[in-house]
């Protein structure tokens, strides 16, 4: 069973373009978390997603961010217009449900450098 | 209000001894769920131990142990005879039943094993 994808694992961008952060969950699991590491701090809870819904976005900022996890295919953090600030490693977890009951897996992360 | 706070920013042991990383938590919920995380240099997350609110009992893993003190909102973590390989950062992290099992970490403790 393999684990939890994030792809890129490193992305570059240029301020003002659009970065997009895969994450495929592992098999069986329908909940997605996302969380942001800025460089020399710990990691920040942004979104949780189950299939085609957002369930909690308190963690997100409220511009140019956006998150979807289709019925079909990967979850997707789409950051636009990206600013050097948004420079930090995003990691996804999924798990099989939520409740407390389930461990989240943790993916890889991307690590986005914005030139 | 979750917090976790990880007072020890960065930590360096000569190996073989003996090391404990502090972590205290606040927390209003009842069940809740504690963890452990290495980040090693290639900068990966690593699960390492959850525990549950009910379970007090301290945990050994090899050269690893876990010291739980409710009393006190304490989650200490102990590397015995240390290596270098140890050297990391340390997350610790909460996460409450009813808040959709999104994870509060704490800012981390970054050890250094020096040989």
């Known amino acids: 069973n393999a684990g939890v994808m994030q792809n890129p694992r490193h992305l570059v961008r240029r301020r003002g373009q659009e970065a997009r952060l895969r994450c495929s969950p592992m098999k069986g699991h329908s909940h997605v978390y996302w969380y942001r590491q800025l460089p020399e701090e710990g990691l920040k809870f942004m979104v949780y997603l189950q299939k085609e819904n957002i369930i909690d976005e308190s963690g997100m900022p409220k511009e140019r961010f956006s998150a979807e996890f289709p019925k079909e295919g990967p979850s997707i953090l789409r950051i636009q217009q990206v600013v050097r600030g948004d420079s930090a490693a995003y990691f996804c977890?999924?798990?099989?449900?939520?409740?407390?009951?389930?461990?989240?897996?943790f993916g890889p992360g991307t690590r986005l450098t914005v030139l | 209000a979750q917090k976790v706070t990880q007072a020890q920013t960065e930590i360096s042991v000569v190996e073989k001894e003996d090391v404990t990383l502090d972590c205290v938590y606040e927390?209003?919920?009842?069940?809740?769920?504690l963890f452990w995380y290495k980040q090693p240099p290639s900068g990966e997350l690593v699960f390492l131990i959850r525990r549950n609110s009910f379970d007090e009992q301290n945990e050994i893993s090899g050269r690893y142990s876990w010291n739980f003190q409710k009393s006190t909102s304490s989650f200490n973590f102990t590397i015995t005879a240390s290596q270098v390989v140890d050297s990391a950062v340390y997350f610790c992290?909460?996460?409450?039943?009813?808040?959709?099992?999104?994870?509060?970490f704490g800012k981390g403790t970054r050890l250094h094993i020096l040989p």
């Open positions: 927390t209003r919920d009842t069940t809740y769920y």
């Open positions: 992290a909460l996460s409450e039943l009813n808040r959709d099992d999104k994870i509060i």
């Open positions: 977890a999924s798990s099989p449900t939520s409740g407390g009951h389930n461990e989240q897996f």
